[in-house]
């Protein structure tokens, strides 16, 4: 079903907002890709303003991962990269250890920004993955499809 609804997809200009149906994909193709590890999880799309376009939860998920995985597409939305080597960055670097105590921010692998050519439309959060590095897979999967069916020819 996720391949079927990726293909679906069609070129836009970089400036085109996201949209539901994109969201879904995205979602669909995060879903698949950690169910592909045998995890089921979180996911939340925002669109370029930071607003949530989708947020669903798998039942078999603690309710805490939807909330996380809206905060790490914030997080991606906001800082243009991905939120596991945002982290990481954070945590070696003491100029940049103050960005945990901001509000919105989650510094957790699994948040990814959404481009349409080079320009940020939005992010994909994942969370319940089983760790940070595979809520990154699954959210980076689903950002490379949906850069790769939105590609301009």
Do not use: W
């Not at 959210?139 to 301009?152: E, L, M, R, V």
């Amino acid at each position: 079903m996720a391949l079927g609804a990726a293909s679906s997809l069609h070129a836009a200009p970089a400036n085109h907002p996201l949209t539901l149906e994109e969201a879904q994909t995205l979602a669909s193709n995060a879903q698949a890709a950690c169910q592909a590890l045998g995890r089921e999880i979180a996911v939340g799309v925002v669109d370029a303003s930071g607003q949530s376009l989708l947020l669903l939860r798998n039942p078999s998920v603690g309710p805490h991962n939807l909330e996380a995985a809206r905060r790490k597409a914030f997080t991606a939305l906001s800082t243009k990269q991905s939120t596991l080597m945002l982290g990481r960055q954070a945590r070696s670097q003491p100029d940049t250890a103050a960005l945990q105590y901001l509000p919105e921010l989650l510094l957790l692998g699994g948040g990814v920004p959404v481009r349409r050519a080079e320009a940020v439309v939005g992010a994909v959060g994942v969370a319940g993955g089983g760790g940070p590095e595979n809520d990154d897979r699954c959210a980076q999967s689903a950002a490379q499809a949906f850069a790769a069916t939105t590609a301009t020819p």
